[in-house]
């Protein structure tokens, strides 16, 4: 998932307050958006990404792209993922926009269609060119806001790096492919090191990690290395993210759907 990318160190740990405690201080959820949200650059980002898909018997699928963001005029997010290796995907994009109180609109163009196709309802659960990343879990990466309810819970540590736990349950709006997705945020950098996406009746379907190692422009941070897993599937994608742009020069326009195609060369 085309974002991103955004998504490192406090020696000791904090105390947590108890779980009941937090549940009942109002703000306690928002504490861990802020730290998220002061992780999104104010204009844009890009990154070159390489893709890397294993599956079950251990065949490999590869390539390469770029991951752009950028906050519109209208103040939504919008990102892409434009693949530019091998040969026969290269101009392939995918672009998310934002939406306040819905489901981000997710279109596709392709070099067969030659024409943006949107993604709606459970397509959005399906495959990103073969990626264990299904659109939502790329919105995610790239930062993408989705609506839900989101509660704190107790905080944590992970290799020894405190981390903020927060649970999302998605809103119905949102036509989330989950029944909750809990995410462990490094309390230093406000990157999510892990999230755990759970199926109807919790069932864990995508594990996504992080490697410790982050990029950094601008007090913006971006893991150097993001792996996900097909709990249920039994497959694997790795995607190694390098050359991280913060608030360049990105037009605006190239996230049209008119400029699909043309920009991703």
């Known amino acids: 998932m085309f974002n991103r990318s955004f998504l490192a160190v406090v020696m ?9 405690a937090q549940s009942a201080a109002p703000d306690a ?3 861990v958006v ?14 070159t990404v390489h893709f890397t898909s294993v599956d079950r018997i251990g065949g490999q699928r590869e390539f390469r792209g770029k991951l752009l963001g950028i906050r519109g005029s209208d103040g939504a997010r919008r990102a892409k993922l434009c693949v530019t290796k091998p040969p026969e995907m290269r101009g392939s994009e995918i672009l998310s926009v934002e939406n306040a109180s819905s489901a981000p609109e997710t279109f596709v163009y392709t070099l067969e269609l030659r024409k943006p196709t949107r993604i709606t309802g459970e397509a959005t659960a399906g495959s990103v060119l ?12 790239q930062l993408i806001n989705r609506p839900g309810a989101q509660e704190r819970l107790p905080d944590s540590a992970l290799e020894g790096r405190p981390v903020y736990v927060l649970a999302t349950r998605p809103a ?8 909750k997705v809990v995410s462990y945020v490094d309390k230093k950098t406000c990157v999510v090191l892990k999230s755990e996406s759970f199926e109807s009746g919790e069932r864990l379907r995508k ?15 971006a893991p150097s290395e993001v792996v996900i897993k097909d709990i249920r ?9 390098e050359d991280l742009v913060i608030d360049g020069d990105i037009e605006e ?4 759907l008119s400029s699909l195609g043309r920009h991703c060369r």
């Not at 119905?172 to 029944?179: F, L, P, R």
């Open 12 to 20: 000791a740990l904090l105390c947590p307050l108890p779980a009941a």
């Open 29 to 31: 959820a928002q504490e």
């Open 34 to 47: 802020a730290c998220l949200s002061r992780n999104i650059p104010k204009k844009s980002s890009q990154q």
């Open 130 to 141: 073969g990626t264990d990343f299904n659109y939502e879990d790329l919105q995610r990466l």
């Open 172 to 179: 119905a709006e949102a036509e989330s492919a989950y029944e």
């Open 207 to 221: 594990l996504l990690t992080v490697t410790p190692q982050f990029l950094e422009e601008d007090g913006i941070y």
């Open 233 to 241: 599937g039994e497959t694997t994608t790795t995607v190694e993210l």
């Open 253 to 256: 326009r190239s996230f049209e």
